[in-house]
């Protein structure tokens, strides 16, 4: 079992950055994969990049490439979430979760939520025009 909470979110205007945090407590955090995601209302909830136990393998979403970076820390039991640029149509809220497969199972496997074993509360992002 793995409990994570997610931090950061907030209201900035187009162009700015934001970086979220995504605390994960319990079990070896570098045994999990861990994936952000995001929804918009009346919308479904979208990949938005993961990030393999070791940290070597990311992957994204093509709407955020270039803009927004994942990264880890095994050592603080941490994953982050670097937005640039952003736009109002990155508005959303945000959710970190982790997967316990013990094999990377390809990019693909993970770009879908069902996938993911722990998910936290997401975080409110609100980019203004």
């Known amino acids: 079992q793995v409990h994570v909470v997610e931090s950061g979110g907030g209201l900035v205007q187009a162009g700015g950055s934001l970086r979220l945090s995504c605390a994960a407590s319990g079990r070896t955090f570098g045994n999990y994969l861990m994936g952000w995601f995001r929804q918009a209302p009346g919308k479904e909830r979208e990949f938005v990049a993961h990030i393999s136990g070791s940290g070597g393998t990311t992957y994204y979403a093509g709407s955020v490439k270039g803009r927004f970076t994942i990264s880890r820390d095994n050592a603080k039991n941490t994953a982050h979430l670097q937005m640039n640029s952003l736009k109002p149509e990155d508005t959303a809220v945000y959710y970190c979760?982790?997967?316990?497969?013990?094999?990377?199972?390809?990019?693909?496997?993970?770009?879908?939520?069902?996938?993911?074993?722990?998910w936290g509360q997401g975080t409110q992002v609100t980019v203004s025009s």
């Open positions: 979760a982790a997967d316990d497969t013990p094999y990377y199972s390809g990019p693909g496997y993970y770009t879908l939520p069902k996938n993911y074993g722990y």
